[in-house]
């Protein structure tokens, strides 16, 4: 989330009140996202904002989200009913046409749109083809947005692509980027994934030594098997490779490579670790 939000703080309670506008599926750590409409220390001062908004709805339900303090159930349900009551329109429980939210954050009440995030990823794990070593979809996802949280202008590329894991994601986004691989047995299958999806992307047989232009960022997944890893001198060459090409490089590995990345050039700029049971990969952002 510090990638998509690099001047906002998370709350203790896990929201970031901020002025960028994102997509609130881009993450599959956001729940949804809240606009603002209306504001104010008083919860009874809100309730008289709201009066004057003039909404009106074909159908409509209010929410309250949990931001700061604790607010008990029925107190909840109430101000749902009582601020709901200043909106126009038929209340639709189940399918509305639009949902308002009431929370109290950062010392005061407010009211707005609310957007739930829809797990779009989940749908991307129903590809035709499948990997037993690739990352998770959920994963995938916020590898890409790591790599790339603004995509305006911005060119990647997944020259380890594997079947399009990251690719699907990324390009489900908006993201400008190409993928590639040394595998001819999975680019093909990679090029089907992304269809399957109804997503367009460009996906090459090559060797990432021989990947040509500049690109803002690359995406490395470094390769391994369930029984080994790469010898050191071969992700030692994948990095040097990545460095003549990518301004930027996002780096997921089960081992630590923190030598061979600064011996191929890159400085390491910001590190996690995602964790299925005893398994770990890194998630290293280098420059």
């Not at 046409?97 to 829809?118: D, E, L, P």
């Not at 590809?127 to 998770?136: E, V």
Request: charged share 25%; proline share 4%.
């Amino acid at each position: 989330m510090r990638s998509l939000f690099p001047e906002d703080s998370i709350s203790s309670t896990g929201f970031i009140e901020s002025k960028l506008e994102l997509e609130q599926s881009r993450s599959p750590f956001m729940k949804g996202r809240v606009d603002i409409l209306a504001e104010s220390e008083s919860y009874h001062e809100l309730l008289s904002v709201i009066s004057e908004l003039g909404l009106k709805e074909a159908s409509y339900k209010v929410v309250f989200i949990k931001g700061d303090g604790s607010i008990p159930f029925p107190d909840r349900k109430r101000m749902e009913r009582e601020a709901g009551a200043y909106i126009e329109g038929a209340v639709d429980l189940q399918t509305p046409k639009q949902t308002f939210a009431v929370m109290f954050a950062n010392g005061r009440w407010i009211f707005g749109y609310y957007h739930k995030s829809k797990s779009v990823w989940l749908e991307h794990q129903n590809k035709p083809n499948q990997y037993s070593t690739a990352l998770s979809t959920r994963l995938a996802r916020a590898v890409a947005n790591i790599a790339v949280p603004h995509p305006a202008g911005v060119k990647a590329i997944d020259p380890c692509c594997g079947i399009g894991t990251v690719l699907i994601e990324a390009l489900s986004m908006g993201i400008d980027i190409v993928g590639s691989d040394i595998n001819p047995l999975v680019t093909g299958k990679a090029r089907e994934n992304i269809a399957h999806f109804h997503l367009k992307g460009e996906v090459l047989l090559q060797d990432i030594k021989a990947v040509k232009g500049a690109f803002d960022v690359a995406v490395i997944d470094m390769p391994y098997n369930l029984c080994s890893v790469l010898p050191y001198e071969e992700k030692l060459e994948m990095l040097k490779s990545a460095r003549r090409f990518a301004k930027k490089a996002v780096i997921v590995s089960i081992e630590e490579v923190d030598e061979a990345i600064q011996q191929a050039g890159f400085g390491i700029v910001d590190r996690c670790t995602a964790n299925k049971g005893s398994f770990k990969r890194h998630v290293l952002v280098c420059k």
